[in-house]
């Protein structure tokens, strides 16, 4: 049963996973050189490859609540809703999840761009293996930077 965070059991969330779409924050954190930052996924979906940090909205908690939560987790930084700017909307499907090559995934991706407020030199290490930066040309040649990634910085969002 879910706790009242809403945080759901495994058995749960594989469910969940298995039969309808996961709503998600996608941060497009840039600095000062305007390059963004990408960490290398531990997890399923996108294991081993490139991927900007986010991180998926709990079932009844509030947009403002997510960025906060999720900016936290993954960036040790508290990102606010009012200094983000929104890019868009996007679809995330893969071949796999977190629990199985068989379960596939979906994501329905809140694009938000953020601008670093300070130079920050360490992540946490939960959710990837080590972050770099990137310049948007690395970003759409690179082999290893995931292709959903790479559709946060078409050239029809305007992310240069």
């Known amino acids: ?25 996608d941060f497009l954190i840039r600095n000062e050189s305007n390059e963004f930052l990408l960490g290398k996924r531990l ?11 986010g991180g998926r909205i709990r079932k009844m908690e509030r947009l403002e609540g997510a960025i906060n939560r999720i900016s936290e987790a993954e960036l040790g930084i508290n990102i606010k809703l009012e ?5 868009g909307i996007f679809e995330h499907m893969y071949g796999d999840s ?16 953020c601008d670093l ?3 920050v030199t360490s992540f946490p290490m939960l959710q990837h293996s080590r972050f770099q930066w990137f310049g948007v040309e690395e970003i759409e040649s690179s082999a290893e930077v995931h ?4 559709e946060f910085f078409n050239e029809s969002f305007g992310i240069r």
């Open 1 to 25: 049963m879910a706790d009242v965070a809403g945080f759901l059991d495994e058995d749960r969330l594989r469910a969940v996973i298995g039969s309808a779409p996961l709503v998600s924050i």
């Open 43 to 53: 997890n399923k979906p996108a294991q081993g490859l490139w991927f900007v940090p």
């Open 83 to 87: 200094d983000s700017e929104f890019v």
């Open 98 to 113: 977190v629990f199985s090559d068989c379960i596939e995934t979906h994501y329905v991706s809140i694009g938000l761009l």
């Open 117 to 119: 407020p300070s130079p």
């Open 147 to 150: 292709p959903h990634t790479k």
